[in-house]
């Protein structure tokens, strides 16, 4: 991993607020630098399967979506509000559910090259228990001129 640039956590905030997406989910960037960020998701019926119940499995889904997306936003400029890249694929293993919260999600870039990225993502809850892993790829595109 290259060093933190100062902007890195600003950088991956300001595409937090501008994603509607994270903002309806409730994301906070809790940390970031160069190729590496920690989420925090607060647990609310809304992304439950029903009221008490565990978190839905396609919240973690979208995690490791936005954490290794988050991720790769530090490392390019053109990356603010999704705008820069998208994501090729992305696998979620599910390993335990949660009722409790918040969520965290960390993401770091495993490879970036000139248009394709790989990462991955780890999930756990307040305790450090973990509840998924994933991996995602993600291009990169090039600036509209």
Do not use: C
């Amino acid at each position: 991993m290259t060093a933190a640039s100062p902007d890195a956590l600003a950088r991956v905030r300001e595409r937090t607020h501008a994603n509607l997406f994270w903002r309806y989910l409730g994301v906070e960037v809790d940390d970031a630098k160069d190729g590496w960020v920690r989420l925090r998701v607060p647990v609310r019926d809304e992304i439950r399967n029903a009221a008490s119940a565990p978190v839905h499995g396609g919240v973690y889904g979208a995690l490791v979506d936005m954490a290794v997306g988050g991720a790769l936003s530090t490392m390019h400029d053109a990356a603010a509000g999704g705008v820069g890249q998208t994501t090729l694929d992305l696998n979620v293993t599910f390993i335990a559910g949660t009722t409790d919260g918040p969520l965290f999600a960390e993401g770091r870039i495993l490879k970036r090259g000139r248009t394709i990225a790989f990462g991955e993502t780890t999930i756990t809850d307040a305790g450090g228990k973990l509840l998924a892993v994933g991996r995602a790829t993600y291009m990169i595109l090039a600036p509209r001129g």
